[in-house]
């Protein structure tokens, strides 16, 4: 076992205990939770564009918006979230426009000053969705999410031989692929089959579905690392990277799993 592959364990098994106890307290320990990653979280993606101290109360402004946006949810109150997220989108203009009204040079880049939106709609605003979940669903969307990423390494590991998108992530093989979407597919229908009402061809179309934005949520954050020249989101955790690296593709599980229970009732 290779150093980084401890890591990754030993890292694990001490974020374990923490899970699970958030998962049974519930209520304000889930919200702690959450608003802990979403925090961290947004301050990794805004620094992979903005290096260490760059533009600093750019990104202390974006993770307070985050932050209220998530207890705005929490508290109910649908209008304060849309509203913190309107002002954000505002602010990032106001700070365009200044910078453009105010620079000599034609150095004001719309796209940077919609960085600061695009983390609130990226980490607060997706996870939010997990604070309107039964204690069952987010441990399904959880485990699938998790399944997904654990399938996929050792079936890749020990079975890899086929790349399946070299140029966004170079180490992912089909065989990697396949064995996420056993392991989500198995977990879903177990858990589903539980606690769920729903037949077992429901849960294993949603555990091919909750796969699939499994894998393109952590496609997505690799494209977008390479893009700005980056190997991981941060170093918070060892053997995993930071904290965007480790929920990446829960932060795509989780609103599409909303919106397919929408649709069906899953428990």
């Known amino acids: 076992m290779t150093n980084s592959h ?44 903005w290096p260490r101290n760059e533009k600093m109360t750019l990104k202390l402004l974006g993770c307070l918006m985050g932050i209220a946006i998530l207890i705005a949810s929490y508290l109910n109150l649908p209008g304060a979230v849309v509203g913190f997220i ?17 620079s000599m040079r034609d150095d004001a880049d719309f796209t940077q000053a919609q960085i600061i939106t ?15 979940f039964e204690r069952v669903e987010l441990i399904l969307v959880l485990f699938a999410a998790f399944a997904s990423d654990i399938g996929g390494f050792y079936a890749g590991r020990f079975f ?35 606690f769920g009402t729903a037949p077992w061809y ?7 579905l909750l796969n699939c934005a499994s894998q393109l ?7 977008l690392k390479r893009t700005v020249g980056v190997k991981d989101s941060g170093t918070i955790l060892p053997g995993h990277g930071g904290v965007l690296d480790r929920i990446d593709s829960i932060l795509l599980v989780l609103p599409t799993y909303w919106f397919a229970q929408s649709i069906y009732p899953f428990f």
């Open 202 to 208: 429901a849960y294993l179309l949603l555990g091919v």
């Open 6 to 49: 401890r890591q990754r364990w030993m890292t694990a098994l001490i974020a374990l205990p923490v899970l699970i106890a958030i998962l049974v307290i519930g209520d304000w320990a889930l919200l702690a939770g959450i608003l802990a990653a979403s925090a961290v979280g947004q301050y990794e993606f805004y620094t992979m564009f």
């Open 118 to 132: 695009g983390g609130v709609l990226y980490l607060p605003l997706l996870l939010q969705a997990a604070l309107s």
């Open 86 to 102: 309107a002002l954000t989108f505002w602010i990032s203009n106001f700070a365009f426009l200044g910078k453009y009204g105010i």
């Open 160 to 194: 890899g031989k086929n790349k399946i998108w070299p140029r966004v992530s170079p180490k992912k093989t089909v065989e990697g692929s396949l064995g996420g979407m056993l392991g989500c597919c198995l977990i879903c229908i177990g858990l589903g089959l539980t």
């Open 217 to 223: 949520g952590d496609f997505f954050e690799s494209a």
